[in-house]
């Protein structure tokens, strides 16, 4: 069955990087992209970007152009998501999602979640 | 803000039904046939309940349809149940954006 498994919860100080994978199992890893979605406490759904497995192409959300980077290690079909310089206010949870490509949402299997706390 | 505009919240009692709509603009709901739309209770990721406008995947109950006027986009609960308590987003594609764009989420109450 279609899985994507998270690492687990990081708390971090302000301005100190965190990295987050995303494990797939269960279906062709380079056949689907992998969109990464966050959600503020009490705060609805903000979409971040997406990485194509196969090419290793991206697309972020201008708002994190610039301090976002999405990789993807095809060997153990795992996706990362990297937030360099975080402040208090991404504090949330990080969820990653599968589509069927780029732009369409379809968002058909989630991972479970990662929150990350920053936090002086 | 979010690009897509949702009611906060609406109501309803079991059996009845309810539709939730999500407001955009000719960029994006109106100007193309990707919308979706997630169902979230607390403490969970998000489930794909509709997708392409008025698709259901597998396994949805089909209580549960979607469609497009314009645009706006409606999600439709018949027959509500306990069970449906929960957040609802809806998302698009948007050309004016750089692809994905969710709504603000409306918090279902079964009365």
């Known amino acids: 069955q279609v899985q994507l498994v998270q690492s687990g919860a990081e708390v971090k100080k302000p301005g100190a990087s965190v990295k987050v994978s995303c494990k797939t199992s269960?279906?062709?890893?380079?056949?689907?992209?992998i969109h990464w979605v966050r959600q503020a406490p009490g705060q609805g759904l903000q979409w971040m970007g997406w990485?194509?497995?196969?090419?290793?192409?991206?697309n972020h959300a201008q708002k994190f152009q610039g301090w976002v980077t999405m990789t993807r290690d095809t060997s153990i079909r795992t996706a990362y998501m990297e937030l360099s310089r975080p402040g208090s206010d991404d504090t949330a949870v990080y969820y990653c999602a599968r589509s069927p490509s780029g732009g369409v949402g379809n968002f058909d299997y989630w991972g479970q979640g990662t929150l990350v706390t920053v936090s002086s | 803000q979010s690009a897509l505009t949702q009611p906060a919240s609406v109501s309803g009692s079991p059996g009845q039904s309810i539709t939730i709509s999500c407001t955009g603009t000719?960029?994006?709901?109106?100007?193309?046939?990707?919308v979706s739309w997630y169902q979230q209770h607390p403490g969970n990721a998000p489930k794909l309940m509709i997708y392409?406008?008025?698709n259901r995947p597998s396994g949805v109950s089909y209580r549960f349809s979607g469609s497009k006027s314009g645009n706006t986009a409606s999600l439709t609960i018949s027959g509500l149940q306990a069970e449906d308590e929960a957040d609802y987003y809806c998302?698009?594609?948007?050309?004016?954006?750089?692809?994905?764009?969710f709504g603000g989420g409306t918090k279902l109450t079964v009365l």
């Open positions: 392409d406008v008025n």
């Open positions: 269960g279906y062709t890893f380079t056949g689907f992209y």
């Open positions: 990485i194509n497995p196969n090419s290793g192409g991206t």
């Open positions: 998302s698009s594609y948007s050309s004016s954006s750089t692809d994905v764009v």
């Open positions: 000719n960029s994006d709901v109106g100007g193309y046939d990707y």
